[in-house]
């Protein structure tokens, strides 16, 4: 049973659409991408499942139940559009953040100590936010988010204004959240994230779902006719090969139409070229995010 | 509701620790406390220099007429002129030989009573007093040199209470300090009733402006309705404004009388705690009305400083009661002083003023009431369908069609 699952999801405001058609859903320990251009619609789509917007047409469902604030209250929820209060400590900024998702003042008080001090928040949290730099604030506020132990996350666009160290920090965490069960969406522009990260992908263009599957198979979906292996030997032309190039020590061949991998690999062999690793060439997220929002006629 | 209170509880915290608000609040005890203190202290010194300088550069003539014989046989100041009788004296005032006269009364040795008549008493009652000092300084001096007994030693310390009245026997109007009780004091405490009002709307249009500006609404609004933070906002500050009001009340409780005890005609000054509960009703009225208001402000705008540029639209026609207080303290129940406590806006304010200056026209005070307590519910209801939308609307203002699009729903 998904943990969330919105089906037919449409809303506008006033004379512009911004969701026409999302349909999608998250497995409880699955970690799912949410990608599209900017204006696509992802962001509408979070509210509508937070209930921050009504949506106009759709089926919104959070543990195979309709939303109401208590089940939108289990949701951890990392807004793009954030910020913590001014001019009040930081523990109590958090805490009151807590106390809205129900928790008592003291399991408020006692987590978000925890959460601080596992984001390396410890020396911060009587300083006033007015003081914490954008990546403290940034901590701060995912602090807020895993306050409760949500089993649904919803993160939007996650990662920015955080050093590489606190990135990976950020992402152990969300895997750990995924191996302890928890449903998680996560928004962003960052593909290579995206690729190590998520089991699955949907992808918006133009306020609609344009792709949507695991990861491995969309990137296989989207590939080019296209060989990449390692050797220590030169080489040079291959016949069915439009085009080789050199790329951080391993071939990249593009093949000629209609020319199958194992006709190069064959010629590879008959050459006497040592292999040390031979792959068909998968599609980056980044061309898939490119070619399906072209594809979609996005105007991005 | 247990979100509305969270955010209530919040929202109260956050205001009473706020610097703007200890200082606003414990700067009027403090002030009151050293007035106090100062007369307390200093109070004789005080009025034995006023009443020194006043009865040297006093230049009113006066009749005098002794039924009591304290003064039998004593020589009078020269500002002072003894009369057969009361008739022969008044007929010295008409034609203006002088400014007013006394009448000691018989029992006086016992009631302390000197009748004081002037055909005017100054703009500020300063005739009454010239006149209060110049004869206390006369009896006094008459009572000390008599070696009088020590019963009688009270009213050698407060020789005359002054009963005035005009010509026609009628009391004067606004004579004696009792007039800044009568007027000053209520039209003050109206003022800072409104001043409760202001600061704690403008606390909630900072916290609605701040949360959108900070970005932090989103997160709320992930955790609990428009509905109910604002409900929260409204409450908490509400809470925090009535925590200012019982840290000015309090005090003033303990300190006014000891105050007023330092007054020599004061004693039998008595509060008219009648108009208590209407006095809060607009106070509470209006705050819900400007708090709907400031809300939606708050929501509407994208910066802080935008919502307050906004705001000062709605507090200017709200303070014009104040511009126009002379009517209002004239004819507190006058066309003027009813149709602005008719006006929902101008309403808290003006029902304030004209229950301060003693309105007696309970109909029109209770409709007054009655329609800033239907406007209310109205407000807020508009109020929270704007608050929904215009929250999470950030880097532009909303249009007129977002509003009515809002309330429409």
Redesign the interface.
């Known amino acids: 049973m998904p943990a969330l699952e919105i089906r037919g999801l449409r809303k506008s405001f006033a004379d512009v659409t911004a969701v026409r058609d999302v349909s999608l859903s998250v497995e409880p320990g699955e970690i799912l991408g949410l990608l599209g251009p900017n204006g696509a619609g992802k962001t509408t789509t979070i509210r509508s499942v937070m209930g921050i917007v009504t949506p106009d047409a759709g089926d919104i469902r959070i543990h195979d139940r309709p939303p109401t604030i208590e089940l939108r209250r289990r949701i951890g929820y990392l807004p793009e559009e954030r910020g913590l209060h001014r001019g009040v400590r930081t523990l109590d900024a958090v805490e009151y953040l807590g106390r809205l998702k129900g928790l008592s003042r003291a399991q408020a008080r006692f987590r978000a100590e925890a959460w601080l001090g596992r984001l390396d928040l410890d020396e911060a949290t009587s300083r006033k936010t007015d003081g914490l730099s954008r990546g403290m604030a940034q901590k701060a506020q995912i602090a807020a988010t895993l306050l409760t132990d949500p089993d649904i996350l919803i993160l939007d666009e996650p990662t920015q204004n955080l050093d590489p160290i606190n990135v990976k920090l950020l992402l152990d965490i969300i895997r750990e959240r995924r191996d302890a069960g928890a449903a998680i969406v996560i928004s962003t522009h960052v593909m290579s994230q995206v690729e190590h990260l998520a089991d699955r992908i949907y992808l918006i263009a133009d306020g609609r779902g344009v792709v949507e599957g695991r990861v491995a198979d969309v990137r296989r979906a989207y590939a080019p006719n296209a060989v990449r292996f390692a050797s220590p030997d030169r080489v040079a032309d291959l016949p069915g090969v439009a085009e080789l190039r050199d790329e951080d020590g391993a071939y990249y061949a593009v093949l000629a139409a209609g020319v199958a991998p194992e006709t190069v690999l064959r010629e590879l062999v008959q050459r006497g070229v040592r292999i040390d690793r031979f792959e068909r060439a998968l599609a980056s997220l980044d061309d898939v995010f490119i070619q399906a929002v072209r594809e979609a006629g996005h105007d991005a | 509701m247990?979100?509305a209170a969270?955010?209530a509880s919040?929202e109260l915290r956050?205001t009473i620790g706020?610097k703007g608000f200890l200082i606003s609040t414990a700067a009027l005890p403090v002030l009151l406390a050293i007035t106090v203190l100062v007369f307390v202290i200093f109070g004789d010194r005080i009025g034995g220099a006023v009443a020194e300088a006043s009865t040297s550069d006093s230049d009113n003539r006066y009749g005098l007429i002794d039924y009591a014989g304290v003064l039998a046989g004593r020589n009078l100041p020269p500002d002072f002129s003894r009369f057969a009788d009361e008739a022969t004296m008044r007929a010295a005032l008409s034609r203006g030989d002088v400014d007013g006269y006394f009448v000691v009364d018989a029992g006086y040795m016992a009631s302390g009573d000197v009748r004081f008549v002037a055909d005017e008493f100054g703009t500020f009652g300063e005739r009454e007093g010239d006149a209060r000092r110049a004869i206390r300084s006369v009896l006094l001096e008459a009572l000390l040199e008599a070696h009088v007994a020590p019963e009688i030693a009270p009213r050698i310390q407060q020789p005359v209470t002054l009963r005035a009245e005009s010509e026609d026997g009628s009391p004067p109007p606004g004579f004696g300090a009792g007039m800044i009780f009568d007027s000053v004091v209520p039209y003050v405490a109206a003022i800072l009733f409104m001043v409760v009002v202001f600061t704690s709307a403008g606390y909630l249009l900072e916290g609605v402006s701040?949360?959108k500006?900070?970005?932090?609404i989103?997160?709320?609004?992930?955790?609990?309705?428009p509905d109910q933070l604002l409900l929260g906002k409204v409450a908490g500050q509400a809470l925090a404004g009535l925590t200012q009001l019982l840290a000015w009340v309090l005090p003033a409780l303990a300190l006014v009388p000891v105050l007023l005890a330092q007054f020599d005609d004061l004693g039998d000054l008595t509060f008219n705690l009648a108009v208590l509960p209407l006095a809060l009703a607009y106070l509470l009225l209006g705050y819900l009305l400007f708090a709907a208001f400031y809300a939606t402000v708050g929501s509407l705008t994208t910066s802080f400083k935008e919502s307050q540029q906004l705001a000062a639209y709605l507090i200017l026609p709200s303070i014009v009661p104040f511009m126009l207080s002379a009517f209002i303290q004239g004819d507190p129940d006058g066309m003027l002083a009813v149709a602005l406590s008719w006006i929902p806006i101008t309403a808290p304010i003006a029902g304030l003023m004209r229950v301060a200056a003693g309105s007696q026209d309970t109909l029109s005070l209770a409709i007054s009431v009655g329609i800033l307590a239907a406007c209310v519910p109205l407000a807020l209801w508009i109020s929270t369908r704007v608050f929904r939308i215009g929250l999470?609307v950030?880097g532009r203002r909303l249009r007129l069609?977002?509003i009515v699009?809002a309330v429409r729903g």
């Not at chain 2, 500006?213 to 932090?216: A, G, I, K, L, P």
């Not at chain 2, 989103?218 to 309705?225: A, K, Q, Y």
């Open positions: 247990r979100n969270v955010v919040w956050r706020r701040e949360e500006e900070t970005r932090v989103e997160l709320v609004l992930s955790s609990v309705t999470l950030y069609g977002d699009r």
